[in-house]
């Protein structure tokens, strides 16, 4: 019996051992494991984890700063702010020189030309060239026909032509001002001669380039320049007319043959029987043919709204033809 007790109360302390440096242990990894982890020193797995984390923190904190601050897009160090002055400097060089400048400076820093052209293209610019779809040197081309128009004439053309585009002479203008460029309208302009029909033949035809061409500008000064006046017949004939400026359809067409004749030019009298749609009248009306390139072309310069070959006061369809002439009998 004794020894039965003993052998319990020999179990028991063995027991309460055990039990008492279990929890101890258990207590003791709990607060190292505690303890590691405050000390980021975990096992390699953990720590290798923890450290990734801790990589892709910082790695979106950085992202989100360089969003967040709108940091510039650099190209070979040039900003885009930089790139685009670069293009305006390039685009004005070309309007004045018809061609690209070897380099496009910036401070002491020189960029070759086809360095620069690549730069601004990884940054999705370009250069324009053009203006309203043309290149300088249709421009330059287009000023130099304008001047040769005015000087020819005295005044602008109404449009400038680019084989069958027509571009009116106030766009035309406003693309030259892009492009830097402009008119020159007084270089090159010759002096009229109006003392007589002759003299004012000879400077109408100076400078010109074909028959139609003074044909074109002896017809434009008479219709620009000679008032029209109502009355019947001849009454000044083409010296009188060039003198008082003033004429009829007789007179007015009497100035225009004398001058087509003076600078060689073949010209006729028509006489007929027209229907002026303005005024809802017939008249009995003169003008004249002037022969060029192998054909007659109407000419009457007693309207603005009519050009060399192209009436439009009177009802070309339906006049009546009185007669055709060398010299106007009336």
Known sequence: MFFSVLLLIGLAVVLNVNFSSATTVNQTNINNSTHTINNSTVSNTVTSTASSKTVKTNSVSNSNKN?????????NGLTVPQLNDGISRVQT????????????????????????QKNIATAGLSLNLSVNGLTVAQLKDGIS???????N????????????????????QNNIATAGLKLSLSAGTKTIDTSSVSALAKSLAYGSSSQ??????????VRDHITYSFYDGTHKGASGTLAQRLGNCCDQANLLVALARAAGITARYKHGTCYFPVSGNWYGHVWADLYLNG????????????????INNWNTATFTLIG????LPF
């Open 67 to 75: 969003l967040a601050s709108g940091e510039p897009t650099i190209v």
């Open 324 to 327: 055709t002439y060398t010299t």
């Open 93 to 116: 060089f070309y309007f004045k020189n018809s061609r690209l400048p070897n380099y496009v400076s910036y401070g002491t820093r020189k960029v070759l030309i086809a360095t620069f």
């Open 153 to 172: 004439n005295g005044r602008l053309p109404n449009y400038v032509s680019y084989g069958t585009r027509k571009v009116l002479i106030a766009t035309f």
């Open 295 to 310: 054909k007659w072309i109407c000419a009457d310069t007693t309207s603005s709204r009519n050009s060399l070959g192209v």
């Open 145 to 151: 026909r304008v001047q040769t128009f005015y000087s």
């Open 212 to 221: 139609y061409a003074t044909a074109q500008k002896i017809y434009n000064w």
